[in-house]
């Protein structure tokens, strides 16, 4: 199974848990959207290839319109480096956000987005698109940044447009990443129906806040599960140990709540 949308680096423990994921039969993108992210993305793939198992089967460095505000040259010269050096590399997630700074017609946020999109088509690397408003919008930006179908691909992720969205993206070669939430509105998953199968993806799009949804899932469950082992383990191992191995047990449920949720999505594309 592969998640085409993880924010690895956001996730505790990104070496462990890539390695918890590799021996799940899980692989990923691993996506960042900041210059911190992509620093530790790029450190955890290094470490990754040097390791041999690994979950990881891609990365994505872009900015997300949700830091587009704060944007400087030498960022987007830092990106541009970054993925010239890297040439498996996709561009993003890149694009627009109605509740961060900069979303207006002209604003820093179209600015930055037509950048990467531009970027994407320099290099041919497929873009990884993030949009929380207008899908007709960020189209429009796509056809003027001169996708058409040939060569690199948008690939929207977390998808949340409706029939018109796909119907205008197919020809641009658009790839659809699907997440839990793609099925909530009833036009996007009236839309999901007109994607070609070769067309969608899935993703869990999972980051800090998707620990905060694990814990409260699984907070019963883990609680009775670290009490017992972390008191097994400080009755007879330091209290470093103990930490560590409650840190696993952590990572552990991580992993497998990483996999249930992916199933999940998968589970309700099969339902349409
Ligand atoms: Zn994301």
Redesign the pocket.
């Known amino acids: 199974m592969l998640d085409f949308?993880l924010?690895l680096a956001r996730l505790p423990d990104p070496r462990e848990l890539d390695q918890q994921l590799a021996q799940r039969g899980y692989s990923y993108i691993a996506?960042a959207?900041e210059p911190w992210e992509w620093d530790a993305v790029a450190g955890l793939e290094k470490g990754s290839r040097e390791d041999g198992n690994s979950g990881l089967a891609g990365v994505a460095y872009g900015v997300h319109p949700m830091v587009a505000a704060e944007t400087t040259e030498e960022y987007l010269a830092h990106l541009q480096k970054l993925l010239r050096e890297n040439s498996r590399a996709m561009v993003g997630?890149a694009g627009l956000d109605k509740r961060y700074p900069g979303y207006e017609a002209g604003g820093i946020q179209e600015h930055v987005f037509l950048k990467q999109a531009k970027l994407a088509l320099e290099l041919g690397r497929d873009l990884q698109i993030?949009c929380v408003g207008d899908y007709g919008r960020i189209v429009k930006l796509l056809q003027s940044a001169g996708f058409n179908g040939h060569g690199p691909r948008p690939v929207f992720?977390?998808f949340g447009g409706d029939t018109g969205t796909v119907r205008a993206a197919l020809p641009l070669g658009a790839l659809f990443s699907l997440h839990a939430d793609s099925f909530r509105k009833k036009s996007t998953a009236a839309a999901i129906g007109l994607i070609p199968h070769e067309n969608i993806r899935f993703e869990t799009?999972a980051?800090e806040t998707f620990m905060q949804e694990s814990d409260r899932v699984t907070a019963q469950e883990s609680a009775h599960v670290s009490a017992q082992e972390c008191a097994h383990v400080s009755a007879q191992e330091s209290a470093d140990l103990a930490v560590q191995k409650c840190a696993g047990l952590a990572v552990q449920k991580c992993a497998d709540f990483l996999v249930k949720k992916l199933e999940f999505v998968v589970q309700k594309f099969n339902e349409i």
Request: charged share 40%; net charge negative; with cysteine.
């Open positions: 949308h924010h996506v959207c997630e993030h992720h977390r799009d980051d």
